[in-house]
């Protein structure tokens, strides 16, 4: 049981690395729209839903599928080609 007491200490004690909050940050745009989008979700839980929820719900999919796209098109441009 020490063992695992050390190596929780390790773990959480260093917090984020400089390269895991700028990741964090380049994902930010994503992680509002998703936000929104669960917003959006929730509001419409207990009441009928009507046309313009329907089209709230719509935009606010694809403004999270676009963000989604350009962070992974990003990715794959800045990732090495494997031959």
């Known amino acids: ?3 695992i007491g050390t190596v929780q200490a390790l773990v959480t004690d260093r917090g984020p690395t400089a390269a ?4 964090i940050e380049g ?5 509002t729209a998703e936000v929104e989008l669960l ?7 207990d009441r009928p839903v009507t046309e313009l ?4 719900v719509r ?3 694809r403004k999270a599928l676009a963000i989604r796209r350009t962070l992974a098109n990003r ?7 494997v031959a």
Do not use: F, T
């Open 1 to 3: 049981m020490k063992h």
């Open 20 to 23: 895991e909050l700028d990741a």
């Open 27 to 31: 994902e930010m745009p994503l992680i």
């Open 39 to 45: 917003d959006v979700q929730i509001s419409l839980l």
């Open 53 to 56: 929820d329907a089209r709230r």
């Open 59 to 61: 935009r606010a999919r």
């Open 75 to 81: 990715g794959a441009a800045s990732s090495p080609e």
